[in-house]
């Protein structure tokens, strides 16, 4: 029998994410934008009404893979009248990549200083060709925005956006524009309100936190917030990323060092360890002041463990530049570190630099660096073993659903047996092996730490 109810279709949205944890964020924010205006989250792209792809910018290989999926939604599409395809990121602030994406049929390109613009774009986008909605410059931060944020018992929390120091090889500081700090009443505010969700543990992002506070008009530095956060009840451990080496002061090693919540685990990428390419790479520092800086860190951190991003093969690198970067991570030791082939990104000013390497002798010295770097981080990882170390339970793994993960306070990766009650709860583990990323471990009996 009719009932003469209408069945009132929800459009549904499907959220790519491509690249760092700010754009794992600024992911948060577009779903909870398109939660209030009335999208539901379709579980495939077959189903989606509408697919934003949230890009990188950073290395061509990012954008390659961006330009794959949008060939393959371009097919989904052709069979879906009624999607939309929405592009944001950093791809979208680059006036030369946005021809190509036109011909893949994206309906409209937002840029990274307006995400919160998206829901009014999007309304007036479908109708003929692709909408640019992009700003060349961010505006003022905007705060309370919704979001949808994954769930779990550790969060990233933003505390500034943008960048300063035009690295020479990097597109960020084009693309996401010059250093914004945001107030902090309403960082503090959001930590707040995540604790009284449930949240245990906070990242606090940045492209180099170091330098938050800067261009604020209250009196406070990356070191004074740090203190600040510190004194919020409910909240367990607190992390940070990234940290530029040049801006870690004493005064932030004491606070790192000092208060309790903040984990010792700093991640400060040196990048290269030759002075000659350094200067070129336009970092700022010697490869002598990051080594000093290191030692600080451990006199200062009790056992912190430092990480490390790496750049092989940056123009003008010889044997004799990657030799000395060898040495920097053998003297370092570095707990784990991120290593990336130098890619040629235009815009920037390496882009255009002489003696560019080819791929074959760049993939030869990743090989080499990754083979020391590797054989170090299982050799620290080993000294854990037969140790009993303090972890927060985040949840069932996701390569092996039956054992739960959780980090130790130097972000390393644990894999161990447990209740899912225990989720959110720090407790003991006791490591049982290593590997070169990641430990196994065993819980003994009634050893929670609350
Ligand atoms: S510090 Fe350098 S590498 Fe990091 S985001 Fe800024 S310009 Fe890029």
Known sequence: M??????????????????????????????????????????SLEEADLVV??????????????????????????????????????????PEVRGRLRKLGVDLIFGTHNIHELPSLLEKSGTKGTLVGVWDKPGEVVENLPDRRAPGVSSFVNIMYGCNNYCSYCIVPYVRGNERSRASEDILAEIRRLVEEGVR?????????????????????????????????????IRFMTSHPRDITPKLINAVGSLERVCEH???????????????????????????????MRAGIPGVAITSDFIVGFPGEEEEDFAQTMEVVKK???????????????????????NQLSRTVKTERLIRLNEVQYKLALE??????????????????????AKMTGRTRCNRLVMFEAP?????????????????????GSVPEGNNLQ
């Open 266 to 296: 700093v991640h400060a990428p040196v990048q290269a360890g030759s002075n000659k390419i350094l200067q070129l790479m336009n970092r700022g520092y010697s490869a002598e002041q990051y080594i000093e800086l290191t030692e600080a």
């Open 201 to 237: 543990e906070v990242t606090l992002l940045g492209q180099n936190v170091n330098s938050y506070g800067r261009g604020l008009a209250e009196e406070i530095d990356f070191a004074d917030l740090l203190t600040m956060v510190n004194r919020i009840d409910g909240l367990y451990r």
């Open 420 to 440: 899912s009650s225990e989720v959110g709860k720090l407790i003991h583990v006791h490591i049982d092996e290593a590997k070169t990323f990641n430990l196994l």
């Open 332 to 354: 370092v030791e570095f707990d784990a570190a991120f290593t990336f082939i130098y890619s040629q990104r235009t815009g920037t000013k390496a882009f255009t630099m002489e």
């Open 2 to 43: 009719m009932t003469g109810i209408v069945r009132v279709e929800t459009p549904t949205y499907i959220i790519l994410t491509y690249g760092c944890q700010m754009n794992e964020r600024d992911s948060e924010i577009i779903a909870g934008l398109l939660e209030e205006s009335g999208y539901h989250e379709a579980s």
């Open 53 to 94: 792809l949230n890009t990188c910018g950073v290395r061509h290989t990012a954008e390659n893979k961006v330009f794959g999926k949008l060939g393959q939604i371009k097919v989904i599409k052709s069979k879906n009248p009624r999607m939309k395809v929405a592009l944001g990121g950093c791809m979208a602030q680059l």
């Open 380 to 401: 620290k990882n080993r000294r854990l073993e037969s140790k009993v170390v303090e972890v927060l339970v985040e949840g069932p793994s996701k390569t092996n659903p």
